[in-house]
């Protein structure tokens, strides 16, 4: 059974810190994916990882994946309170079938203190 | 570019009676969407796949026949939750396919509640 996990669930920092979000996912996929949710709303695409080795960053987060380990993480950089939100990442499982199968962690609460 | 919109964005229903909710790509075509429920405090399922023009494959353990889905065109499909009942209160989100293949853009969500 694919299992799409995420390290932290919950997490709690203040304002400056740094900290890195892991998602670990149990089958063979090379495309990665990770979106930020604020309450009430829906999702908002932060990164699209679709190699081994891929890095890509906006602003205070960076995102990288390592397929063969089969772990992704998102690391946040000095937060502020902005980045509050819960963030998911999602596995595409669907790749040999031809279309799209996107399998999400549990999500992980980021809240930053003041 | 790449938005999706959903109608409604919250609808309240009795028990027994059906909803449908619309999902619109409005700035490009999209051969393929997504149907995800989200409950409170919880991740995304999958509930299914739409495809324009042909049946739309139901993940495991969802009623093809409760939640039933049109792709009559390719910027829109629709959800109809048959007979609704209180634990099918949720969060709907769907998804369009974008057209280099790997990506998905996500509508704003319809808050359903079932009284």
């Known amino acids: 059974e694919l299992k799409v996990e995420q390290n932290p669930l919950f997490l709690s920092m203040q304002e400056g810190k740094n900290y890195t979000i892991y998602c670990n996912y149990s089958t063979t996929s090379d495309r990665l994916y990770w979106y930020r949710q604020d309450p009430g709303k829906s999702l908002e695409s932060l990164f699209v990882l679709l190699s081994n080795g891929a890095v890509k960053q906006e602003g205070r987060l960076m995102a990288s994946l390592d397929t063969k380990a089969r772990l992704s993480t998102l690391h946040i950089t000095a937060a502020v309170h902005d980045l509050s939100a819960t963030y998911f990442c999602?596995?595409?499982?669907?790749?040999?079938?031809?279309?799209?199968?996107?399998?999400f962690g549990q999500g992980t609460r980021l809240t930053i203190n003041p | 570019g790449a938005v999706v919109s959903q109608h409604p964005s919250w609808v309240i229903c009795k028990s027994g009676t059906s909803v449908k909710i619309e999902c619109r790509s409005l700035d490009f075509q999209a051969t393929t969407m997504f149907w995800y429920r989200q409950f409170p405090k919880q991740s995304l399922m999958l509930m299914a796949t739409?495809?324009?023009?042909?049946?739309?494959?139901?993940e495991q353990g969802v009623e093809k026949d409760k939640f039933l889905i049109n792709h009559a065109s390719l910027t829109l499909s629709t959800l109809t939750v048959t007979s609704a009942h209180p634990e099918d209160s949720s969060f709907y989100i769907c998804?369009?396919?974008?057209?280099?293949?790997?990506?998905?853009?996500f509508g704003p969500g319809t808050r359903l509640t079932v009284t």
């Open positions: 998804s369009a396919e974008g057209l280099a293949g790997y990506e998905q853009y």
């Open positions: 739409s495809n324009e023009g042909s049946k739309a494959t139901h």
């Open positions: 999602a596995v595409d499982i669907g790749i040999e079938y031809g279309a799209q199968k996107l399998v």
